[in-house]
């Protein structure tokens, strides 16, 4: 799906705060295809500055009911590599792909009904992140840097949002990357960190493999 969205290079400024007002315009969505109607509330798409020369895309929906105060969620998909934007476009997002690959639907059912959302495609090499040196090879813990990093770039392209209560979501794989983050946020006082949760979450190959032999057996999916 093509988004007419323009990526700016910023210059330097004289004034943060001017900086501030220029990387939110120049990430703003101001017409988004497939859609019968453009939506009342503001959304985003660019790029966040990771560790070293890595810089993972995002996708911003602000909330529909009250965005100076509501929370803030940053939501992670699993795989590892399966892009967050999934979690956009096909579950909780505000606009859902229909079955032709080209229109969108609104999601009655959008977390940004209560919510402002913050999804990030994460690590770099999944969906439009990237690394400028071409080494994509990562760990468990290099994750949690980058997203950390990325989630501070975040507050700094969009400070207005820094006093809001944060969580932070996820799933499938996320189970791994949803905690390790909570642990560096915790330790940041300038986040509000209040909470993480976790659904269909993967925390331990073995122990969730060997657990799928019970599971079956005790629902007579196959006998002793």
Known sequence: MKMSVKFLVLVAIASSSQLFTVAKNADEITYLPGLLKQPSFLHFSGYLQATGTKMLHYWFVESQNKPGTDPLIL??????????LDG?????????????GVTLKYNEYSWNMRANVLYLESPAGVGYSYSDDGNYTTDDDQVADDNYAALKSFFKKYPSYAENPLFIFGESYGGVYVPTLAVKVMDDTAMKLQGFAVGNGLTSYEDLSNALV????????FGT
């Open 214 to 221: 019970y599971f079956a057996y005790y629902h007579g999916l």
């Open 75 to 84: 939501w992670l998909n699993g795989g590892p590599g399966c892009s967050s």
């Open 88 to 100: 956009l476009l096909s579950e909780h997002g505000p606009y859902l792909v229909q079955a032709d």
